[in-house]
């Protein structure tokens, strides 16, 4: 699980990548602002490839995530948000709390 930053023009947004990885190939699920979303992608090396879509009444949204895994807990570059523009992003590795027990 990776906490993920969209940072827009005029804002930002927190939201989700739940990942599962095999060879080089992920899966998963995008927890975005309004829905949740199959994810599909890619990691060669530092170098990251992650898509989604939502798709509410006829309107379609992509989403292309590329970037770079700076370490095992970090990663960042940019989001194609295809007619809607271009914005900036960045995840890490989601903190679980450890039990006092």
């Known amino acids: ?7 827009f023009a005029a804002g930002t947004a ?7 990885q095999k060879d080089n190939n ?13 994810l599909t992608g890619t990691v060669y090396g530092q170098n990251i490839l992650v898509r989604s879509s939502y798709t509410q009444n006829g309107v379609r949204l992509n989403f292309e995530f590329t970037g770079m895994v700076s370490s095992v807990d970090a990663m960042e570059g940019k989001l194609s948000l295809s007619e809607y523009g271009m914005a900036e ?8 709390k450890k039990d006092k027990n």
Do not use: C, M, P
Not at 14 to 20: A, I, P, S, Y
């Open 14 to 20: 927190k939201q989700t990548f739940v990942f599962n």
């Open 89 to 96: 992003w960045k995840a890490t590795r989601h903190q679980y």
């Open 1 to 7: 699980e990776w906490d993920l930053e969209i940072r």
């Open 26 to 38: 992920l899966t998963g699920t995008h927890y975005a602002s309004f829905a949740s979303r199959e």
